[in-house]
């Protein structure tokens, strides 16, 4: 590295300088999971063509060599993986064969469903999970931990897509508590497209009718989503904590005459917090792969019911941008443990 | 002494449930006391209940731990009061030093934070007058740059160190009482000897009395005024430290003694006690030493002797008593 570079990059902060670091492997790691990602699509057995034009039209090798021609196909395999790649540093996913619209423009609209599904999720699985494991910790062996174990056993034991389906027939079908499926109730309009999170659009603009529905229709599914979540916390939380309070310095705090409170806050989930937040991000990571099943059976119109629709017509630039926005995902909230890590934890931030 | 001792423990016997759902009893009618200004040194070996007997004078048993007996601080008898009123004992009137300050300092609170949540939460004071209150201590402990150190975090101090803001942090509230338990086992012999000198400085200087609980009798006679020795559960010897250390007159306390190692000409002598000591789940019949003492008799197996006073000041648990005049 030249000089002056490299003074300029150890005059940055140690923080700075870490996430930069990481930023740069990140990409790196896109650019793998570009490979892999094209490579799959080429083993797996199927014929895009017939699955884009049908029956008829793919028993005609002249509309075919049309089609093959149109979307690059015909080219050979490295060469159309350097095109595929030249392209996407400039922000060009490929059309996709099955909608005929750029890849980038459909990823963004589906992308925020899901995030706005799996944000509120996870947000309530964090609430949910560490609450309750507290809870549990702090009785250890009595009745609340009994109770809350058999219930975070089971959250991490429902199958998703059971889950999904019983809940739907329960709360729509059986109860009417919830409004159904899809994002907003039949014929209410979407709010203005600023963040592409129809709560947090509505709530932007005022419109509270839309808020109230938009928020009816994500309450089930994100809870739903939230289940396997809020049992893993739950039961991490308890064991971290567990191992927490036998620490000399939790004694320590309690022979300084400390409220129980304040022992359990301070002393005990603050050190438990940083391996929660490890385990939470791991967690995260699970939740996208539940979002598909969820998805598909609530008619969430996400990213999981693009990647199956995709999968289903061998869409093969659909499939490989929701293979990298995912992985793009799992490596930026990989980032954000490590950063969360380096500051609830002063010996990491400090060394 | 004439005066009413600082804290005097009356008859006091611990329970705890046991792993067959009977009761195992680590302390068993145990007396001592302390006076202003006095530094009591309690030994024994692991699992004589030295510390839990420790741990009594905070409220802070082991979960299911029963006591029984007094313990009579300031005019009040600490075993009646409700739990919300030992609290507020902890820490302000009675603090706690523990053995290893590489984990008895929370490694994610800052200095000044772990210095200032009990003053805070005892006196109500605000943050700047409990941080001056911080830098004022860890200059009485010998920290350097103490304003700056307040900013930092316990992995980045060395074990000695640790354990001076330990005392620091034990000291904040102006305790009557500094319980030490092995405040020096985990260290450095060199870093040992300034910490001992500390704990003496501080006994002057504060006029603090202090339970050092101990193995460590080289520890004990550099620092005690009068030595408890325990063993199995109960007290087997008292006296002041020049009487016990120099004519023990229990067994007991000439064995650990003797397990000391000696100057002897050139060589060290060292003489191992025989045997282990016993579990509190299963202790002999009779005197539990009996099993390990070389001067036991037939009636040792039989009675447990009691506590009865040999001297003036001097107390031993013995039926045979066979070391009159016998130097250590």
């Known amino acids: 590295m030249q000089q002056p570079i490299k003074r300029a990059w150890y005059a940055l902060p140690s923080l700075v300088r870490f996430i930069l670091r990481r930023l740069a492997i990140g990409v790196l790691l896109c650019v793998g999971v570009t490979l892999v990602s094209f490579t799959l699509t080429q083993i797996v057995p199927g014929d895009p063509v017939a699955a884009s034009l049908g029956d008829q039209a793919s028993s005609d090798p002249e509309t075919v060599a049309a089609f093959r021609q149109r979307f690059g196909l015909d080219k050979p395999l490295p060469e159309q993986y350097l095109i595929y790649v030249t392209n996407l540093a400039q922000g060009n996913f490929g059309e996709s064969l099955q909608t005929r619209r750029p890849v980038a423009d459909d990823l963004a609209k589906y992308m925020s469903a899901t995030i706005e599904l799996s944000l509120v999720a996870m947000t309530f699985a964090m609430l949910a999970g560490v609450a309750l494991g507290i809870i549990a910790a702090v009785n250890r062996d009595r009745w609340p931990d009994q109770v809350i174990r058999v219930i975070s056993l089971a959250g991490v034991s429902v199958p998703t897509f059971w889950l999904s389906l019983v809940c739907l027939y329960v709360f729509f079908f059986q109860l009417g508590w919830s409004p159904g499926v899809g994002r907003l109730s039949p014929g209410a309009a979407a709010p203005m497209n600023l963040t592409g999170l129809y709560t947090v659009d509505a709530l932007l603009t005022g419109n509270w009718k839309t808020l109230g529905s938009a928020l009816a229709h994500l309450a089930l599914p994100a809870m739903v989503l939230a289940i396997y979540t809020i049992g893993a916390i739950t039961r991490f939380t308890r064991a971290a904590m567990l191992d927490a309070f036998q620490q000399d310095y939790v004694r320590a705090a309690r022979a300084k005459g400390m409220p129980e409170r304040t022992v359990v806050m301070r002393h005990v989930l603050r050190p438990a917090l940083a391996s929660i937040i490890t385990v939470s991000g791991m967690a995260f990571g699970r939740m996208l792969g539940g979002a598909v099943l969820v998805e598909s059976v609530f008619s969430w119109p996400g990213l999981g019911e693009y990647a199956y629709r995709s999968a289903l017509a061998l869409d093969l630039r659909a499939i490989m941008g929701v293979s990298l926005v995912i992985a793009a995902v799992y490596i930026l909230v990989n980032l954000l443990v490590d950063i969360l890590y380096a500051i609830v934890d002063p010996r990491i931030r400090l060394s | ?328």
């Open chain 2, 1 to 328: 002494m004439s005066e009413a001792p600082l804290v005097s423990i009356e008859n006091l016997t611990i329970s705890l449930p046991g792993n067959d759902g009977g009761r195992l009893f680590p302390v068993r009618d145990v007396s001592l006391s302390i006076g202003a200004g006095e530094i009591v040194g309690l030994a024994g070996e692991s699992g004589s209940g030295k510390t839990i007997t420790a741990l009594s004078l905070l409220g802070l048993l082991p979960p299911g731990g029963r006591m029984s007996g007094h313990i009579r601080f300031g005019g009040q008898d600490l075993l009646t009061l409700p739990p919300r009123a030992i609290a507020d004992v902890r820490g302000r009137d009675i603090a706690m030093v523990f053995q290893d300050p590489m984990t008895a300092l929370h490694p994610m609170l800052s200095i000044e934070k772990q210095l200032t949540e009990h003053l805070r939460h005892h006196r109500g004071i605000d943050a700047r007058a409990a941080r001056t209150r911080a830098i004022e201590l860890l200059e009485l402990v010998r920290i350097p740059d103490a304003a700056r150190a307040l900013k930092r975090y316990p992995h980045q101090f060395s074990g000695g160190m640790r354990q001076r803001i330990a005392i620091a942090i034990a000291l904040c509230c102006e305790p009557q009482l500094l319980i030490a338990d092995e405040p020096t086992t985990a260290l450095d012999v060199t870093v040992q000897a300034g910490i001992l000198r500390l704990l003496q400085q501080l006994r002057g200087e504060l006029g603090l009395s202090v339970l050092l609980i101990t193995h460590d009798m080289g520890v004990m006679s550099a620092l005690s005024d009068r030595v408890v020795i325990m063993y199995a559960g109960r007290v087997v010897e008292t006296g002041t430290r020049t009487d016990v250390l120099q004519h023990p007159r229990h067994p007991y306390t000439h064995s650990l003694l003797g397990a000391l190692p000696h100057e002897h000409g050139d060589d060290m002598l060292l003489q191992p006690m025989r045997g282990t000591p016993p579990s509190i789940g299963a202790l002999p019949p009779g005197c539990p030493f009996h099993p390990r003492c070389d001067w036991a008799e037939a009636r040792c197996r039989d009675i447990e002797p009691g506590l009865h006073a040999v001297e003036p000041n001097r107390a031993i648990a013995c039926v045979v008593d066979p070391l009159v005049g016998v130097p250590a």
